[in-house]
């Protein structure tokens, strides 16, 4: 059973930071590409950050500088650091696993987990 945890949302002032932890099972997360999105009250949701397979990163245009993506594949967890958050980064943040292999592609998605940026 695959399961992917998300871990490190809250409540975080204007300016702070938080770092949010996702945690794999039931897969071999190093052959995976592994992204953040997030969705916002009343949006739709939105690519945040990936990280493919081969430690490739890209990232929302308004995002960069300030959130960064990294993966530690012999802890199957992958890290979104985020920095500088602003109250309109407020919302549910989901991890998702992907990969596309000859016999298919493979989409994973957790539960998200929810931060809010508020003063």
């Known amino acids: 059973q695959v399961q992917l945890v998300e871990s490190g949302g809250g409540l975080a002032q204007p300016g702070g930071s938080l770092t949010l932890s996702c945690l794999a099972s039931?897969?071999?997360?190093?052959?995976?590409?592994m992204a953040w999105y997030r969705q916002a009250p009343g949006k739709q949701r939105e690519l945040v950050a990936k990280?493919?397979?081969?430690?490739?990163?890209n990232y929302a245009d308004s995002l960069k500088g300030r959130f960064t993506v990294s993966r530690d594949d012999a802890k199957k967890t992958v890290y979104l650091q985020m920095n500088n958050l602003q109250p309109e980064d407020t919302a549910v943040y989901y991890c998702?696993?992907?990969?596309?292999?000859?016999?298919?592609?493979?989409?994973?998605w957790g539960q998200g987990t929810l931060v809010t940026v508020s003063s």
């Open positions: 039931g897969i071999a997360v190093s052959g995976y590409d």
């Open positions: 990280i493919t397979n081969g430690g490739s990163t």
């Open positions: 998702n696993a992907e990969m596309r292999a000859i016999i298919g592609r493979f989409d994973y």
